[in-house]
Structures are given as structure tokens and as C-alpha cells.
């Protein structure tokens, strides 16, 4: 069980065009999905956490124009990449926390979209 | 600023040895903390998570915990080449995640 899942896996696109990516929790139910951002080499950088029914929470830095989170269902949160340009490109991944464990805050993480933006 | 340091490696040990990862973390009034695997190319899957001081045994791994010293550290008893990647420790700091920078494990045959 726990599975989350993120559509596309891969994406391209021209420079000035907006990206969404999905993310689903398949078996459960998330009251709080998180969206991460990790550049090669690098460590997963929290961007915002989304909760159902209400708006996302951006960590410093990340600007919530450009890129929208929307968190409709238990079940399904989308980020949609405004305007993307190269410095955007990056691998995304999302991961959700489910609404009725108690594993102290285990996160289940998604299987990360690769975004390129030319 | 919170923050959790990690050696990027990489770590070489060969298979069937013992690797040992460690962690530091800022955050003192951190309560639990995870290690999570991660291949190339691929998003994290957890190993282990721990909340108590000492010692937390999952099959050939081990988590270790000292928050007088603000430590957590991941054993890996008999190494194999399937082991190497990338071990992210991630402290959780009220309702987040503070992942470290990863340290890459390689085991060589």
C-alpha cells in the first residue's frame, strides 16, 4: 500500500510555456501532500506543502505565481510551472502523508517528474 | 536556519563490510528522523525511521540516535552492490522534512 503516483514522468518544453504535474495517492487518502524541487547532485529542497481544501504553504524563495499548487482532493495536488524557463528544469517530486497513520509523519514520496525546458 | 549535514561521499566499501552513515542535525528540538535511498534517476524510498535515543534494527540495517549529541547515523551490515546510491537523512522539524545533502555509497564486489 502507500503508493503515490506523478504524471509525467518526463517532460519538455520551449521556454515560455507552462508545465502541470500531477500527483496522486493511488491507496489512501492524503490530508497533506509536499512538492520538492532537486537539482543534479543536490538534496531535495522543500518548495510547498499543500493541504486539501486550502492554499499551499511556499517556502522562502519559491514563488507562489509561478508556480501554482492546487490540492482539489484527498487525493490528487498539481503543480503547474508558469512560464518555465531553463533554470526550471529540474527533477520534481511529490510525496503525501496519509490521513490516518501514525508513523510519525512518514511521508510516501512519488516517483519524481524530470522536467527540461529548452 | 535548520539544517542537516551530511559527508557526500562518496563512501567506498566492499561488499559483505559494514557502511556506516552518519548525520548531524542543528534543530535540538527535533523528534524524529529518517533515512531514506535513493538511486540515480529515481525519487526516495525509506529505509528506517527513528525517534528513540540508541539503537533501531531492521534487517541488515541499524539506526542509530543521540540527540544529547544531535546524531543519527545508518549501519549497513553485509554490503552488496545493490546498496550503492545515495542516502538521504531528512530530519522532521514541526511539519517538514529537512533532507541532508545525501552521502553516495559505493560498494564494489
Known amino acids: 500500500g502507500a503508493v503515490v503516483s506523478q504524471h509525467p514522468s518526463r517532460v519538455i518544453c520551449k521556454s515560455g510555456t507552462s508545465v502541470k504535474i500531477e500527483c496522486r495517492s493511488l491507496?489512501?487518502?492524503?490530508?497533506?501532500m509536499f512538492w520538492y524541487r532537486q537539482f543534479p547532485k543536490q538534496s531535495l529542497m522543500l518548495m510547498a506543502t499543500?493541504?486539501?481544501?486550502?492554499?499551499?504553504?511556499?517556502e522562502q524563495g519559491v514563488e507562489k505565481d509561478k508556480f501554482l499548487i492546487n490540492h482539489a482532493s484527498l487525493t490528487l495536488s498539481t503543480l503547474t510551472v508558469t512560464s518555465a524557463h531553463p533554470e526550471d528544469s529540474s527533477f520534481y517530486i511529490c510525496?503525501?502523508?496519509?490521513?490516518?497513520?501514525?508513523?510519525?509523519?512518514?511521508?510516501?514520496f512519488g516517483p519524481g517528474t524530470r522536467l527540461t525546458v529548452l | 536556519q535548520k539544517e542537516v549535514e551530511q559527508n557526500s561521499g562518496p563512501l567506498s566499501v566492499p561488499e559483505g563490510a559494514i557502511a556506516s552513515l552518519n548525520c548531524t542535525y542543528s534543530?535540538?528540538?527535533?523528534?524524529?528522523f529518517f533515512w531514506y535511498r535513493q538511486y540515480s534517476g529515481k525519487s526516495p524510498e525509506l529505509i528506517m525511521f527513528?525517534?528513540?535515543?540508541g539503537d533501531k534494527e531492521d534487517g541488515r540495517f541499524t539506526a542509530q540516535l543521540n540527540k544529547a549529541s544531535q546524531y543519527v547515523s545508518l549501519l549497513i551490515r553485509d554490503s552488496q552492490p545493490s546498496d550503492s546510491a545515495t542516502y538521504l537523512c531528512?530530519?522532521?522539524?514541526?511539519?517538514?522534512?529537512?533532507f541532508g545533502t545525501g552521502t553516495r555509497l559505493q560498494v564494489f564486489p
Open positions: 510525496s503525501a502523508r496519509a490521513l490516518h497513520r501514525s508513523s510519525y509523519n512518514e511521508q510516501f
Open positions: 491507496d489512501f487518502q492524503a490530508t497533506t
Open positions: 499543500s493541504n486539501e481544501g486550502s492554499k499551499a504553504t511556499y
Open positions: 534543530d535540538r528540538g527535533s523528534q524524529s
Open positions: 527513528i525517534y528513540s535515543n
Open positions: 531528512a530530519v522532521r522539524s514541526t511539519d517538514k522534512l529537512i
